[in-house]
């Protein structure tokens, strides 16, 4: 069965501060990884994605995430945290091999940053 | 990229009435599509798969005949939530999924229902 792991519910970090949201997962197969974020009361956005190739994978507003397959763990990062990124952050799989099958999402993190 | 929209993005009703949600994909077909239900600060449940054509797939406590899903092109999928009550409302937010080789979803800005 697909799961993900995001283990913390909150993080703070101060405004020009890097940040991490973490992330683990755990499928059969190649993994397929998102991160989306929501803002109040709105649908998700799309950030970035892992389908293959280099491990770093940079997205939308800065943000970029890491791969790691010995550590099945897809965290995210910006180098300097902005008041505009807090919102509620979603790490997402899906198996390479499940098809259309939809995505599993974590429990969300709510990112505050502060000024 | 892929756009997907919802509407309404917000209703309010009263008890016992039906109220429908659209979703649409804008410019690509989705053969394929989903409905999540977002509580306060929760995650995204899946409540059901919707392929074109056939009958939902419904996950697990998720009342078929309450939320009534049809998805008749693959541009096109609602979902009907009958004789709504207070404990239906909810953040409702669609998904469709394009058939490229990482079988992406495309999110909807989901639809505030709020029952009286």
């Known amino acids: 069965a697909q799961s993900v792991a995001q283990p913390e519910d909150q993080v703070n970090v101060a405004e020009g501060n890097p940040l991490t949201v973490k992330c683990t997962y755990s499928?059969?197969?190649?993994?397929?990884l998102f991160w989306y974020v929501q803002y109040p009361n709105r649908g998700l956005q799309f950030l970035l994605k892992y389908i293959t190739g280099d491990n770093l994978v940079k997205g939308s507003y800065g943000f970029e995430a890491e791969f790691n397959k010995s550590q099945t763990s897809f965290h995210l990062k910006k180098p300097s945290a902005l008041v505009s990124d807090s919102a509620l952050y979603f790490c997402a799989v899906r198996g390479g091999n499940s098809g259309n099958t939809p995505l599993v999402f974590g429990k969300g993190t709510r990112l505050s940053v502060i000024a | 990229g892929a756009v997907v929209s919802q509407h309404p993005s917000r209703v309010i009703c009263k008890s016992g009435t039906s109220v429908k949600i659209e979703c649409r994909s804008l410019?690509?077909?989705?053969?394929?599509m989903f409905w999540y239900r977002q509580f306060p600060k929760k995650s995204l449940m899946l409540m059901a798969t919707?392929?074109?054509?056939?009958?939902?797939?419904?996950e697990q406590g998720v009342e078929k005949d309450k939320f009534l899903i049809n998805h008749a092109s693959l541009t096109l999928s609602t979902l009907t939530v009958t004789s709504a009550h207070p404990e239906d409302s909810s953040f409702y937010i669609c998904?469709?999924?394009?058939?490229?080789?990482?079988?992406?979803?495309?999110f909807g800005p989901g639809t505030r229902l709020t029952v009286l």
């Open positions: 499928v059969s197969g190649n993994p397929y």
């Open positions: 998904s469709a999924m394009s058939g490229g080789g990482a079988f992406e979803q495309f």
């Open positions: 919707s392929n074109e054509g056939s009958k939902a797939t419904y």
């Open positions: 410019d690509f077909q989705a053969t394929t």
